[in-house]
């Protein structure tokens, strides 16, 4: 049976309208804490639209995004009982559910943001090596922006306040390895949604970033 999906368009305002609201709820101190607790869903909303359009679905799309997700959360629980991987760093309680001082969902979030960055520069003409690279390099542009947002919604802290050159060296080689794996698989991944959909998240991240220098 055919499935009789809203357009990206229409759901692309819905997001844009939801993230606005997160946003100001977020600078205000009477509701931030209430906001923060919708992060969990809101990534599992967000991941559940990416595979909701996403086309071609194989055993082999299903097998790599496992294999991602839960390498990703894997790699965090060393990384926060070891310190050897990010550096000494701790997760809070915004992201939800935790196993092993290790939020679940994280290992959801890691899969999600390769999706973004090897669809995105999957597009590009370039030969694969650089198409890594690029998609490493853009992984570690998102964390950037993302950090300063993340220690203010109380999603991890750093020991010492301190973010270590270390976290985002292991974010561009853990990054490579996982858009290594789906090119080597020369997964084709086509979703309409996914150019706006990083577009809202990339744009609240970012406009949160500026608002939490403010105030």
Do not use: C
């Amino acid at each position: 049976m055919k499935r009789n999906l809203p357009t990206h368009h229409k759901i692309i305002i819905i997001l844009i309208i939801f993230y606005t609201v997160g946003v100001a709820g977020l600078s205000l101190p009477a509701t931030k804490d209430y906001i923060e607790l919708l992060t969990p869903y809101t990534l599992l909303m967000n991941i559940s639209l990416l595979f909701v359009y996403h086309k071609p679905w194989t055993y082999l799309h299903l097998a790599l995004f496992a294999v991602i997700a839960v390498t990703g959360y894997l790699v965090e629980v060393a990384g926060v009982y070891t310190g050897l991987v990010f550096g000494d760093y701790s997760y809070g309680n915004t992201l939800g559910l935790q196993l092993y001082s290790t939020p679940l969902i994280i290992g959801v979030n890691w899969l999600m943001l390769i999706y973004f960055v090897y669809h995105l520069t999957g597009t590009a003409r370039l030969s694969k090596p650089v198409k890594i690279i690029a998609g490493a390099s853009l992984m570690v542009a998102y964390d950037i922006i993302l950090e300063p947002v993340a220690i203010r919604m109380n999603m991890w802290e750093w020991a010492g306040n301190d973010i270590p050159l270390q976290n985002y060296l292991a974010w561009f080689f853990i990054s490579i390895a996982f858009l290594s794996l789906l090119h080597i698989f020369r997964v084709r991944i086509e979703n309409k949604i996914l150019p706006g959909l990083f577009a809202v998240q990339a744009g609240f991240i970012f406009t949160l970033n500026i608002i939490y220098r403010i105030i």
